[in-house]
């Protein structure tokens, strides 16, 4: 008896665990190319509710030791806009297992490559989020999520690069003996996406598949070894170029 009422009461917590809304938007890396300044970004919602999400953007500096700042976005010399990454809209209503998109609009200077993190953040609208429902609707929503037992919304946050307006790519390949070395001598990120390093004679033992962002002026590169294999594609903006490297 005591372990079905454990069952049941487990069953019940997976129940109200999803519960409400639940948000997906996509791959976590976005790109906007030298040649556009539009890009649409969508936001699922496989949730038992509507998903009310406010979408809030910093821009990201980096400085020369490789440490970050996420920093607001200054306003343009003209006063009207922001010098940056803008969202359009800014606040969207998903519909359980509906979708939304949000056009991202970069405006401004493009000379060099720049870098934002854009979170979609899930929220119990009150009236100053400006969403474009009743303050009967707000109050229906809140009762509905204390009744489902939500107590916390997951959002998420992404990364999106806006290329140069003038993109240029060039990368370097140092393949000696017991080093590879990869340096970025373009003005664009360049990705090393699916980096394999497995056993030559055993593809099952291998270390976790890793993701690298090699950003303008920097370098990526391991240590061979012997019986190692390495397999990675190098992916310069709309072209992929897959790499295999015996240790």
């Known amino acids: 008896m005591k372990h079905l009422l454990a069952w049941v009461g487990f069953l019940l917590f997976c129940n109200m665990a999803q519960a409400g809304p639940q948000i997906g938007v996509g791959v976590v890396y976005d790109y906007l190319d ?18 009310f999400v406010k979408v809030n953007i910093l821009e990201i500096v980096y400085n020369e030791d490789g440490s970050y700042q996420e920093l607001p976005l200054e306003t343009q010399a003209n006063g009207t806009s922001k ?24 405006m401004g200077n493009r000379e060099k490559e720049r870098y934002f993190r854009v979170r979609f953040v899930p929220v119990v609208p009150e009236a100053e989020d400006e969403f ?45 003996a017991n080093r590879y ?35 303008a002026g920097r370098t990526f590169s391991f240590d061979k070894e012997a019986g190692r294999e390495y397999r990675f594609t190098l992916i310069e903006g709309g072209k992929s170029k897959a790499v295999e490297i015996k240790g």
């Open 132 to 176: 474009a429902i009743s303050a009967e609707e707000r109050e229906e929503y809140k009762k509905e999520r204390v009744a489902a037992g939500v107590k916390v919304l997951a959002g998420y946050g992404t990364v999106f690069f806006v290329r140069p307006k003038d993109t240029r790519f060039e990368t370097v390949i140092d393949d000696s």
């Open 83 to 106: 010098d940056g990454l803008m969202a359009s809209p800014a606040r969207l209503i998903v519909p359980a297992n509906g979708m939304q998109g949000t056009r991202l609009l970069f």
């Open 34 to 51: 030298g040649d556009k300044s539009t890009y649409m970004k969508r936001v699922f919602n496989g949730g038992t509710s509507t998903a």
């Open 181 to 215: 070395l990869m340096r970025n001598n373009g003005n664009s990120v360049v990705v090393i996406d699916e980096f394999k390093d497995c056993d030559a004679k055993k593809e099952s033992d291998c270390q976790p598949t890793t993701k690298h962002h090699v950003m």
